[in-house]
């Protein structure tokens, strides 16, 4: 695992570098499109390159959240004009693969609307959870309104972390694990939350 991180870190930094705020678009762009290409890595550089003078924190988060916008609707027309079946095609050939979407589906069907904004704070739901949304047609303006308003939140967060880091976060490794394992952490936590709703309505269905 660290050495794939090791590398999609090498090419992140040579990216940003090399394109500024336009390419830190294009990658979160990707990353709401359903291509595995971690936020984690990808802003707290951005947020390093915040300390260095090159950017500041409100156009990092700024930019991360119109490419946010950019791709999820990618993601959603998908969901609107394919439906369902075309999701789970996707899925079979996903490199994230159906659990992911299966996540992303129950969670935006628990909480509606409010899952778009929820969402997008939240590690592996924020990647998918522009498909369910498609599916269910959910008003294009208000989705991309709280699309735009999480991803904002998530990208100046993620930034102001690597401003906070400085070089720290590219030189050491634990750090990198760190987020890979707060990622572990809160799709337990999700997974957990999840199980104990369907647990519970079960448990109200069932005649007395």
């Not at 991803?151 to 976060?169: F, K």
């Not at 999840?194 to 007395?208: A, C, D, Q, T």
């Amino acid at each position: 695992m660290n050495g794939i991180l090791a590398a999609i870190s090498r090419v992140v930094v040579w990216v940003i570098s090399a394109g500024g705020l336009p390419a830190l678009a294009l990658l979160m762009a990707l990353e709401s499109a359903c291509i595995p290409i971690p936020s984690e890595i990808v802003l707290p550089f951005a947020g390093y390159l915040v300390g260095e003078g090159r950017f500041t924190l409100l156009g990092v988060a700024t930019a991360g959240a119109i490419g946010c916008n950019l791709g999820s609707a990618v993601a959603y027309l998908a969901g609107s004009r394919g439906g369902r079946a075309s999701v789970e095609r996707f899925s079979r050939h996903s490199v994230f693969g159906r659990a992911e979407l299966a996540m992303a589906d129950r969670f935006f069907a628990r909480f509606g609307s409010a899952a778009v904004f929820a969402g997008r704070l939240l590690p592996v739901v924020r990647t998918f959870v522009a498909l369910p949304a498609g599916i269910a047609r959910m008003n294009v303006w208000t989705f991309h309104a709280f699309t735009f308003a999480g991803s904002w939140i998530w990208c100046y967060v993620l930034a102001r972390i690597g401003l906070s880091l400085g070089h720290g976060w590219a030189s050491d490794p634990r750090l990198k694990t760190a987020f890979h394992a707060a990622d572990i952490l809160v799709v337990v936590a999700l997974a957990a939350g999840l199980g104990w709703f369907l647990v519970s309505r079960r448990r109200r269905s069932r005649p007395r």
